[in-house]
């Protein structure tokens, strides 16, 4: 079954630490987005791509870093200079630009220790 | 810029009771309007959806008419079940031609929905 899977599920980061949230999808779609889920805040989006070799910033990129080396893969980098790190990330994919058809990973819960 | 208004929650209704969820936007150009429902420790999935003024999205018993004019998307169910509760979400997709946001979402802040037996 075609979808997109997410992992770990469950991601703990020591202060100063660097850490990659995967995403990967098997449904040959064109776009691939990062949100943030914080309480009561709705979501908010970290980094788009629509191609591959080719990504954007969303609304709150600082702190963090993407890749898209190949269609099939978003990782994203949750790095040091992100101070407020936890949270739930959620990554998506679309067909081309989707129109706003979105499908959605199951999601990573990311805590600092 | 673009932005959505959902009503404050939680809600919490009794089964069978009768469901409104505001929601309201803001955009300059002409949007595509959604929305979206999360189950506990899961994504987001597509509930329904509209994408021009007077157009009904409707889905699973639930409905949400694109109202131009007051800018709103309220999202209705004539009787929820225990297996609605969730968190619904409210968004928008700017459609303006040639722009870097084109399709990308813009979210609300979400609304819990919890139902009662």
């Known amino acids: 079954d075609g979808g997109i899977t997410q992992s770990p599920k469950y991601l703990f980061r020591k202060e100063g630490q660097n850490v990659t949230l995967s995403c990967e999808q098997n449904?040959?779609?064109?776009?691939m987005y990062w949100y943030r889920q914080d309480p009561g805040q709705g979501l908010r989006l970290i980094y788009y791509s629509q191609i591959v070799n080719d990504f954007q910033k969303g609304d709150i990129a600082e702190g963090y870093s993407v890749s898209r080396e190949k269609k099939e893969s978003f990782p994203l980098t949750v790095t040091s200079a992100q101070k407020n790190p936890t949270a739930f990330y959620l990554c998506a994919s679309s067909i081309g630009r989707g129109q706003g058809k979105l499908l959605f990973g199951s999601g990573t819960q990311l805590s600092v220790l | 810029g673009d932005s959505v208004t959902q009503m404050e929650g939680p809600v919490t209704l009794s089964e069978e009771a009768f469901l409104t969820i505001n929601c309201t936007y803001t955009?300059?150009?002409?949007?595509?309007l959604f929305w979206y429902v999360q189950y506990p420790g899961e994504g987001l999935q597509l509930l329904l959806k509209a994408t021009k003024a007077d157009d009904k999205g409707s889905n699973k018993g639930f409905e949400a008419t694109y109202r131009k004019e007051t800018t709103s998307f309220h999202l209705e169910k004539g009787s929820v079940q225990v297996s609605d509760s969730a968190v619904y979400f409210c968004a928008l997709s700017d459609h303006r031609a040639g722009g870097t946001s084109y399709g990308k979402l813009t979210f609300g802040q979400g609304t819990i929905l919890t139902v009662h037996p």
């Open positions: 955009a300059t150009g002409y949007p595509s």
């Open positions: 449904l040959n779609h064109d776009a």
